[in-house]
């Protein structure tokens, strides 16, 4: 999902599949009909269920049939939703999500009509015998109503250009607002089938490959879209009003994806304009990471009334064709509906990778916008000085989809592992990663990531994650350098860090050191605050640029350039001295505090006087008024009195 903060979701249908048994057939031959039935451990097309999947409920989704009508004029939908599910435990009862504005009219089970009660956004259905445990069974629920919202809408009536529409967007906990479903992330039902009926005149955007649209005879016509890939709650979507359509290819080696795009007729010129562009990256991202996952079916866009956009698996929901938000919700075809965070704790798996991914595309694609990119993330994050990675507070919207943390630190979180790892190891990981078959099609945890990345680098994570994704803020460094040899250079790194959570972070430090005609790359292994480097070049330095690719997130940093004897001192430096007008005085981590600092000249007269608070390791101090001759500066700081004398030109 990507939204923007000011910058940047009748009449029943009689189908083959209702909740009536087929005759002379058992329910699992009718499942296999549907494409669903297998194994307990062996999912659709022989995916195995993800290790992270524990029992939830006491069932396991396998397949979900929404049937359903609506009318873009209208904020109602009415309908049933059948479901199959298999046994994990004896049941005696199912529960499912559903809000209480909504009213179950009947819930069947083969035919038999079944007890419930819905109570609390809650639908307890109550089993006639008991479902013995590795058991696969359905039920069939039937509902109508006027949705309830919450989140980021669930379930939308609005118009474009004066034109109703209606759509639905459920994460994170708004898919009960519209139909009864399981919110669990880590219960991903194996196949789809959603058939929205619709006015003629309308079209229904939805997730898979679209296999009938059906004139009724009554002024209304069915879309029936069909999807056979895992799936979770928050990701199935629809959208209806008067599209207008178009579709591109993508080449992806020796496979051709459809992209189908609903656009809203006023925007078909804009939309079409950006094809070329999301060509290019799910071409991208299918080099670096894989086949676009779903590429036996379709990839499209739908277009809705909302300033963002929404990954909805195969479709995503976009306001507008903005460069980079297309580019996100693709991204997380990949990253959060293929592999879907096993806990919105983790939401920085779906969205900082969508985020950092888009980034992938300027970088590889128009380089021109690859710094701004980083910079603009870079400059968000350092605005204030806290906060985690890891969401602590998953109930509250607006945390779980922080820009500045969610989304832009868990972008550059992305950044810093390919930094630490290296480029062939960060991309093996990845790819590692989405093709775990414990991980693809279905959810994933913070470590499962880091596993695979350490397996691929041979580093220990545990202290970078600790500081980084658990930690809040980010550290700020100062690097004094200066010529202490023939072509060599001293250079101490000391760093402060924004927030008490995090006392010092341990990272290769890149540090540039060119002269103009000739520069090196070097990286400093920055153990501790204060740490020294000795340096050797095939030229004399003029200057010093401390990480100018911005590969770590860090604050407004400081470089200085400081004589030899700031590295042996046992007291300030002071430079220059000669002196004309400005004066700096180095203290480096010796000293801190306010300075009372006296100017005195030869005949011991006090010229100047003051008190200056120790700014980035120095202070600086003006000295104009001064006559041409031999000074003592005179300080006094942390209990303990210096002089050192200098010359004014």
């Not at 939308?156 to 209606?166: K, L, M, S």
């Not at 996100?328 to 096993?342: I, K, N, R, Y």
């Amino acid at each position: 999902m990507e939204y923007l903060h000011g910058m940047r979701r009748w009449l029943p249908l009689i189908v083959a599949c209702a909740a009536t048994p087929l005759v002379g057939q058992s329910l699992l031959e009718k499942a296999e009909l549907h494409g669903i039935a297998r194994s307990e451990s062996i999912g659709h097309h022989g995916i195995p269920k993800s290790i992270n999947a524990g029992p939830s409920r006491g069932y396991d989704m396998r397949y979900h049939r929404l049937e359903l009508a609506v009318d873009p004029a209208v904020r109602v939908i009415e309908g049933h939703v059948t479901h199959y599910f298999l046994a994990l435990v004896e049941l005696d009862s199912i529960v499912l999500d559903l809000a209480d504005p909504l009213t179950v009219s009947g819930v069947e089970q083969h035919g038999q009509s079944l007890t419930f009660e819905h109570m609390d956004d809650h639908l307890i259905i109550h089993l006639p015998e008991v479902i013995a445990e590795n058991t696969l069974d359905s039920l069939t629920v039937h509902y109508g109503g006027e949705p309830g919202t919450s989140g980021f809408g669930s379930f939308v009536q609005t118009t474009h250009g004066g034109t109703p529409i209606i759509w639905t967007l459920s994460e994170p906990y708004g898919a009960l607002d519209w139909w009864p479903c399981k919110q669990d992330l880590n219960d991903k039902a194996d196949s789809l089938d959603l058939l929205v009926t619709v006015p003629e005149g309308q079209r229904v955007a939805g997730n898979g490959t679209l296999v009938a649209e059906t004139t009724l005879g009554d002024g209304t016509v069915r879309h029936h879209w069909r999807h056979r890939h895992p799936i979770n709650y928050y990701l199935i979507a629809f959208a209806a009003t008067d599209y207008a359509a178009f579709n591109l290819s993508v080449p992806l080696g020796s496979t051709t994806v459809e992209m189908l795009n609903y656009v809203f007729p006023e925007n078909l010129a804009d939309a079409q304009a950006g094809g070329p562009d999301a060509i290019a990256q799910m071409q991208l991202y299918s080099q670096l990471f894989g086949e676009y996952p779903f590429a036996d079916e379709k990839y499209g866009h739908a277009q809705f009334g909302w300033g963002g956009g929404m990954e909805h698996q195969t479709m995503s929901f976009v306001g507008n064709f903005n460069y980079e938000l297309i580019a996100h919700e693709l991204a997380h075809q990949w990253f959060g509906d293929m592999v879907t965070c096993a806990s919105w704790e983790d939401l920085w798996l779906n969205e900082g990778f969508a985020t950092y991914l888009s980034g992938l595309c300027y970088e590889h694609l128009a380089p021109q916008y690859w710094l701004p990119f980083r910079r603009a993330w870079r400059d968000l994050i350092i605005a204030e000085p806290d906060g985690s990675v890891r969401v602590q507070d998953t109930l509250t919207i607006g945390r779980l989809f922080s820009s500045r943390l969610t989304y832009a630190k868990g972008a550059y979180l992305v950044h810093m592992l390919r930094w630490v790892c290296g480029d062939e190891a960060f991309f093996d990981g990845i790819r590692n990663y989405l093709n775990d078959p414990a991980i693809r099609h279905s959810s994933a945890y913070t470590e499962d990531l880091i596993a695979h990345l350490e397996g691929t680098s041979g580093l220990d994570l545990t202290t970078f994650m600790a500081n980084w994704y658990d930690g809040e803020g980010y550290p700020t460094y100062v690097l004094a350098w200066g010529l202490t040899g023939n072509n060599t250079l001293t250079v101490r790194l000391e760093q402060t860090t924004s927030h008490p959570s995090v006392s010092f972070y341990s990272m290769p430090v890149p540090v540039r050191i060119t002269n103009g005609e000739q520069d090196t790359t070097v990286v400093l292994e920055h153990a501790f605050s204060g740490q020294e480097f000795t340096v050797h070049t095939s030229f004399e330095p003029d200057s010093v640029l401390l990480d100018p690719g911005l590969w770590i997130l860090s604050g407004q940093n400081l470089v200085l350039h400081v004589p030899a004897a700031a590295f042996t001192m046992e007291q300030p430096v002071l430079y220059p001295s000669p002196v004309e007008e400005d004066l700096t005085i180095y203290f480096g981590t010796r000293y801190s505090g306010v300075v009372d600092l006296d100017i005195i000249d030869v005949a011991g007269r006090i010229q100047q006087r003051g008190s200056i608070l120790i700014n980035d390791q120095r202070i600086a101090l003006r000295v104009p008024s001064l006559a041409r001759g031999h000074y003592v500066a005179r300080m006094r700081v942390s209990e303990r009195t210096m002089s050192i004398p200098f010359q004014k030109w």
